[in-house]
């Protein structure tokens, strides 16, 4: 029966991390010349929920935790033209297990869950009415989720590596204030739509490789709520995606017989807060 375990190395973590700070911490002194140049380093706090149904509407299972992690990011003005912004995240902890096992029986354990999202927006000149400003924006993601469902006294691990790209639509509207320590807000939102979307599961416990199963695409959303004090930015978010039902693949197993492997339809929220620091 299968359940999961596949660790990171927590050294491993930490090094990537002090690598993403140290980039930023000189391209902050470096990047000043640049007209309008902006660099954003800061700290996340998410709580993920993910959940897989039937073609009934039955769920499969259930899973449920804390993501804390790091982001960061780079803006620049494109001469007239607007603004670009590439951008990126990396949460990473062990949530909550509830679901069943092939045979149907209940199972509980943990996830080591990784995610890793990468982002290229594109703003537009800002548009004022009433001092409220309105920018329009398009934007491209890379997502990258690493699944690992921890083994139990009963089942083995299971070790899925998720992919998918995401293209989203949106706006936002800003407003400077005089709040207290409160120099502006915004608010955010995005449709968007996840495609091209994959997930390579580990089945060599039982001989059967790692076969690489396409997702549906499916449409998602995005929110998130700004607040500016100096150079320092504190943001809510809410982030939606789903993966539609895979198409069944057959797997040879080494020393004879056949699996049939499927990936069932599913739906994942992220929310939390965010603490950045501007230079």
């Known amino acids: 029966m299968y359940g999961g375990r596949f660790r ?43 959940e897989e149904r039937s073609d009934s509407g039955a769920t499969f299972n259930q899973e449920s935790g804390t993501l804390p992690g790091i982001q960061a990011e780079l803006a620049f003005d494109v001469s007239d033209l607007g603004w670009i912004k590439l951008s990126g995240s990396r949460l990473f902890d ?24 990468f982002e290229l927006t594109l703003g ?19 997502r990258k989720w690493q699944r690992d469902i921890l083994p139990t006294s009963n089942t083995l691990r299971l070790n899925e590596a998720y992919r998918w790209r995401e293209l989203g639509l949106g706006g936002s509207v800003c407003k400077n204030v005089a709040l207290g320590w409160v120099d502006a807000w915004c608010l955010e939102g995005w449709a968007l739509y996840t495609l091209e979307a994959s997930v390579k599961v580990d089945l060599t416990e039982i001989n059967a ?13 995005s929110f998130q709520a700004a607040a500016f ?8 978010f809410s982030h939606f995606w789903q993966f539609g039902k895979s198409d069944t693949k057959i797997v040879n197993r080494a020393g004879g017989g056949r699996l049939q492997v ?7 929220w992220l929310t939390g807060f965010a603490v950045g620091l501007r230079f």
């Open 8 to 50: 990171i190395r927590l050294g491993a973590r930490n090094a990537i991390q002090m690598r993403l700070f140290t980039v930023l911490f000189f391209m902050s002194y470096s990047l000043p010349g640049m007209a309008g140049a902006r660099v954003e380093v800061g700290g996340v706090l998410g709580h993920f929920e993910y």
């Open 94 to 117: 062990d949530v909550r297990y509830r679901g069943m096992t092939q045979s149907g029986r209940p199972l509980k354990t943990r996830t080591d869950t990784e995610q890793t999202f």
């Open 124 to 142: 537009r000149p800002e548009i004022s009415f009433h001092n409220y400003r309105f920018t329009p924006m398009v934007r491209a993601g890379l």
């Open 209 to 221: 490789g790692s076969p690489s199963i396409r997702l549906g695409s499916k449409p998602g959303a």
């Open 229 to 236: 004090m100096g150079p320092v930015e504190f943001k809510v």
């Open 262 to 268: 499927q990936e069932p339809a599913s739906q994942s």
